[in-house]
C-alpha cells in the first residue's frame, strides 16, 4: 500500500480528489492534505508520503518550490502535479525536479489509476535496487528489515481490505486484533503511525468517499446512501459528511443538480 499526500488550494478540487477517487482500487492511501505549499512541506516532513500530487500555482510556496524545498532536505518521494492547460508549458519546465507525471485538471479517473500504476512499478523498481545496494552490507538481521521495508506491512494491508470489504457493516477493530493475534491497542497505534488516522476516521473517510459516488449516480435517496454505506442513522451520516467535505449531503446533491 504506497502513501499518498495531496496538496491544493482550490477545496472544491481538493475534496474531489479526497473522496471521489477510490484509492484504495489503486492500492493507495491518502494519508494527508494540505491547502498550501508550507503546509505541504510540513506534512512531507511529518507524514513522508510515497507520492506527493500538488497543485503548480498556490499562494505563498508553489507546488514546485515545495517539492525543491523536500528534496533538499533529503525527503525520497515520487512529485506528480496537478495542472490546467494554461499552465502546462510551465509545468514541463519542472523536469529537473523529477516531476513522475502530469495531471491535468480536471482529473480524468482512467488517467490518475495509469499515472498511480506506473508510479507503483517505479517504486517497486526503486526499492528492489535500494535493498540489492545494500545485501552486500548487512547481516541477516538487516536483510530482514530490508524485507519489511520493500513489502506491504500485513496488518495493515488486513485493516485496509477490511474496510474495503466490510465498510457497510460493522467493522471492528478489537475483533480484527483479535483474529490477527495482536493486541487492539498495538494494531490501533500501528494503523494510526502509517495512515495517519485512527482505525475509525479511516472507516469514515472511505464511507463518504463510497457516499459521494452513491449520491453523484443520482439513483438513491441521500437517507438510502446513509444507510447503504454503514452509518447508524441520517443524523449521524449528516455530521461525518459534513466533518469531511464541508457541506452536508444535501447540499452535495443540489450542487450536482446545478
Known amino acids: 500500500m504506497i502513501s499518498v499526500l495531496i496538496v ?4 472544491i478540487i481538493r475534496n474531489g480528489l479526497l473522496y471521489t477517487i477510490d484509492w484504495l482500487s ?3 492511501v491518502v494519508v494527508g492534505a494540505a ?3 508550507k503546509d505541504g512541506l510540513e506534512k512531507i516532513r511529518s507524514l513522508r508520503p510515497d507520492i506527493v500530487l500538488t497543485d503548480i500555482k498556490m499562494p505563498g510556496m508553489s507546488g514546485l518550490d ?3 524545498a523536500a528534496q533538499r532536505e533529503g525527503f525520497e518521494f515520487i512529485p506528480m502535479l496537478l495542472t490546467s492547460y494554461s499552465d502546462f508549458d510551465y509545468a514541463k519546465s519542472a523536469i529537473a525536479l523529477g516531476v513522475f507525471d502530469y495531471i491535468l485538471k480536471p ?3 482512467a488517467k490518475m489509476k495509469e499515472a498511480m500504476r506506473r508510479a507503483q512499478e517505479q517504486l517497486k523498481k526503486t526499492r528492489a535496487v535500494q535493498a540489492v545496494q545494500n545485501t552486500t552490507l548487512v547481516n541477516e ?3 530482514t528489515a530490508l524485507f519489511t521495508m520493500v513489502s506491504d506491512n500485513p496488518y495493515i494491508d488486513s485493516c485496509l481490505k477490511c474496510i474495503e470489504q466490510h465498510y457497510m457493516g460493522r467493522p471492528n477493530i478489537e475483533q480484527l486484533a483479535q483474529a490477527l ?3 487492539a491497542s498495538y494494531l490501533s497505534r500501528l494503523f494510526k503511525k502509517h495512515t495517519s488516522m485512527t482505525f475509525l476516521d479511516f472507516l469514515n473517510y472511505y ?3 463510497k457516499a459521494i459516488g452513491l449520491l453523484s449516480s443520482k439513483m438513491y435517496r441521500v437517507y438510502e446512501v446513509a444507510s447503504m454505506t454503514g452509518f447508524s442513522s441520517y443524523k449521524r451520516f449528516y455530521e461525518v459528511f459534513k466533518a469531511h467535505t464541508g457541506i452536508s449531503p444535501t447540499e452535495f446533491v443540489n450542487s450536482r443538480n446545478g
Open 141 to 143: 538481521h538487516t536483510k
Open 35 to 37: 491547502a498550501t505549499g
Open 207 to 209: 464511507r463518504v468517499q
Open 181 to 183: 493475534k495482536v493486541s
Open 107 to 109: 482529473v480524468d479517473d
Open 8 to 11: 491544493e488550494d482550490e477545496q
Open 26 to 28: 489503486m492500492n493507495a
Open 66 to 68: 515545495m517539492i525543491a
